[in-house]
């Protein structure tokens, strides 16, 4: 995936996505929304308090349930004397999980309020870590960094970051990923797959960052069997990946942005471009490839047609920010997806109840907050659990992180609950 610190400021950038089917305007709403925010903003730094209450209303109306403009939305209401929808505002930030107190000059006054107070207590709540998952895994290597995990009879893998290779759980090496950083990995068959990047947090020099392959490796061995890459000059950042049910390998790109499918020996792409703005996890599912924009939600794919459709979300849900995406059977052989949400303040895992056509019905918090988060990252669906990196700790690992911020790093933990 891209540094965790460039992610959030696109996430904050981005904001603006469409429901429209047919064809999807998600990708056109992005750049709208983005330019109503940009005058919102004018708006109030030059006083216009009016303009930026009308802009960050069109803005919300381009990508609803966006924590950021929602925020902007409450100062806005405010500033212009309407503290009924402000505080409606309010508890809809609430609703969705996001956890803030009303330090904010502006929202200050709320507190006034004895309606204020009580949301902001709401929102003050949703600190509360919310924990259902166990530690199954502590690593003993503070610098290494990882994104992605998998297991291998009983034995853990970890893929870094930060030192450019896959590693057994004792630290021995798996494979040697260099110049690359290891991101996202798959166990099929006899192979382990890798989708790896030149990144700033692995060494990489600016003019490197987006060079990027698909990696196939010996399971037994750790030899490298072959490396894929797309031939263009565009700059590519590969950060996660998914086994199809004919063994065909998809990988999501999160800088050209798109997903691609290795078919025949080739990487050729899937869907590229419009809708996604950062796509990162990837589920697949009885014929549809589910996929995480980081920026916009989370897409249904028809791998056959190559079209993409962001699935609609409840009232007051927001699904910016997922980074891992995995599908798993529940009941009748139906589909749920979980997802690593952590571009959410705070950062969870979330269950999804899917409907038709192309809406998520439900979503429920599996784990919130905890005080092993230090970014969460990816994980594997096996045995009806669900197995994440809790601490890959990007931040820590930039390339303008600070002696101090080095010494704040910490061993690699592994959570793991049950999905049934």
């Known amino acids: ?63 609803p349930n966006h924590p950021q403009i929602e925020f902007h939305k409450t100062r806005a209401f405010v500033l212009n004397g309407d503290t009924t929808s402000a505080l409606s505002t309010l508890e809809g930030l609430a609703e969705m999980g996001v956890a803030m107190s ?20 709401r929102l003050i709540q949703n600190k509360n870590p919310v924990q259902t998952s166990r530690i199954v895994f502590k690593g003993n290597d503070p610098n290494l960094q990882p994104e992605g995990i998998a297991r291998h009879q009983n034995k853990w893998l970890l893929a870094s970051v930060h030192q450019n290779k896959i590693v057994w759980e004792d630290g021995s090496l798996f494979a040697s990923t260099a110049p690359r950083s290891s991101m996202g990995m798959k166990i099929s068959g006899a192979s382990v797959w890798a ?13 490197e960052v987006g060079h990027s392959v698909l990696s196939e490796f010996d399971h037994a061995t750790g030899a490298l069997k072959a ?78 047609k190559k079209t993409a459709h962001l699935l609609k979300t409840p009232l007051n849900t927001s699904l910016l920010g997922i980074d891992g995406l995995y599908a798993y059977q529940s009941g009748q052989s ?23 056509p192309r809406t998520i019905t439900a979503v429920h918090t599996v784990d919130s907050n905890l005080p092993e988060y230090s970014d969460p990252t990816l994980g594997f669906v096996e045995n009806d659990s669900l197995f994440y990196m809790a601490n890959s700790q990007w931040p820590l690992f930039s390339p303008d992180a600070s002696p101090a911020d080095s010494l704040l790093r910490q061993a690699p933990i592994i959570l793991g609950f049950p999905l049934k």
């Open 195 to 207: 989708a790896n990047t030149s990144t700033p947090e692995g060494g990489s020099a600016p003019e």
């Open 227 to 304: 490396s894929y890459s797309v031939s263009d000059s565009l700059s590519h950042w590969f950060g996660d990946l998914e086994i199809g049910p004919s063994g065909e390998v998809y990988v999501s790109d999160s800088n050209a942005p798109g997903v691609y499918v290795l078919k025949n020996g080739v990487l050729e792409p899937l869907v590229v471009g419009n809708p996604f703005s950062s796509p990162q996890g990837l589920a697949f599912s009885k014929g549809t490839l589910y996929v995480a924009d980081y920026s916009a939600g989370i897409f249904a794919v028809d791998v056959v």
């Open 102 to 121: 009303l330090e904010d000059p502006v929202l200050g006054a709320l507190r006034a309020l004895e309606a204020g107070r009580s949301v902001e207590q």
């Open 1 to 63: 995936m891209m540094s965790r610190s460039i992610l959030l400021v696109l996430l904050a950038l981005c904001i603006g996505c469409g429901e429209s089917l047919e064809p999807d305007q998600t990708a056109e709403n992005i750049r709208l929304g983005r330019e109503a925010a940009a005058s919102a903003f004018q708006g109030l730094n030059e006083g216009n308090i009016q303009q930026y209450l009308d802009q960050i209303i069109l803005a919300a109306s381009l990508r």
């Open 334 to 356: 139906e589909t749920k997806l979980v997802a690593i949400q952590n571009g959410m303040i705070p950062p969870r895992v979330v269950t999804l109840e899917l409907g038709n």
